[in-house]
T-cell receptor
């Protein structure tokens, strides 16, 4: 079975530009999570969806960040406008159900200049 | 509130040594789940193990073993006869029964030298 798929794997952009990160969860998984990893803050949960519905977005830093899950096999995380402090590795993870093991994608390494 | 503490920031060993990575957790839940993930230099997060709070049996998988002790709120991870390929950052994580978010520790970087 394919694991969690994320694209792009690397993204370099300039401050002020819009960035869209994409995630395809493992087929049959009902829960999807977006995390951000930085040296300073470690791994932090941004938002999670259950059955395509956002359940907890308390970790989303500010209004510049938005996430959608239009169907069970696709989610996006958008940053508009991007800022240098958004530079990080963004991980998407999915699990079969809310309390099951989360499996992570390879991550998107974002650099905002 | 939940908390996971990995007090060892970095550990260096020579190949074939045994090494133990410590994990101490705090939670008020009576039912909870503990995890270990591995992050090799390539950057992906690889799931290693999941234990629930009702199962205190130690687990062994090849060179990996886990020691779960509720009395000390610890879930330690031992690698026997370490190898260079074990070099990675290892994260301990916790989730409560009532919600599915993971609380991660800061991670322990393990460097195994030949």
């Amino acid at each position: 079975d394919a694991g969690v798929i994320q694209s792009p794997r690397h993204e370099v952009t300039e401050m002020g530009q819009e960035v869209t990160l994409r995630c395809k969860p493992i087929s049959g998984h009902n829960s999807l999570f977006w995390y951000r990893q930085t040296m300073m803050r470690g791994l932090e949960l941004l938002i999670y969806f259950n059955n395509n519905v956002p359940i907890d977005d308390s970790g989303m830093p500010e209004d510049r960040f938005s996430a959608k899950m239009p169907n069970a096999s696709f989610s996006t995380l958008k940053i508009q406008p991007s800022e240098p402090r958004d530079s990080a590795v963004y991980f998407c993870a999915s699990s079969r159900d809310r309390q099951e093991t989360q499996y992570f994608g390879p991550g998107t390494r974002l650099l905002v200049l | 509130a939940q908390k996971v503490t990995q007090a060892q920031t970095e550990i260096s060993v020579v190949e074939k040594e045994d090494v133990t990575l410590d994990c101490v957790y705090e939670t008020r839940d009576t039912t909870y789940y503990l995890f270990w993930y591995k992050q090799p230099p390539s950057g992906e997060l690889v799931f290693l193990i999941r234990r629930n709070s009702f199962d205190e049996q130690n687990e062994i998988s090849g060179r990996y073993s886990w020691n779960f002790q509720k009395s000390t709120s610890s879930f330690n991870f031992t690698i026997t006869a370490s190898q260079v390929v074990d070099s990675a950052v290892y994260f301990c994580a916790l989730s409560g029964a009532g919600y599915s978010t993971l609380t991660f520790g800061k991670g322990t970087m393990l460097l195994v030298s030949p």
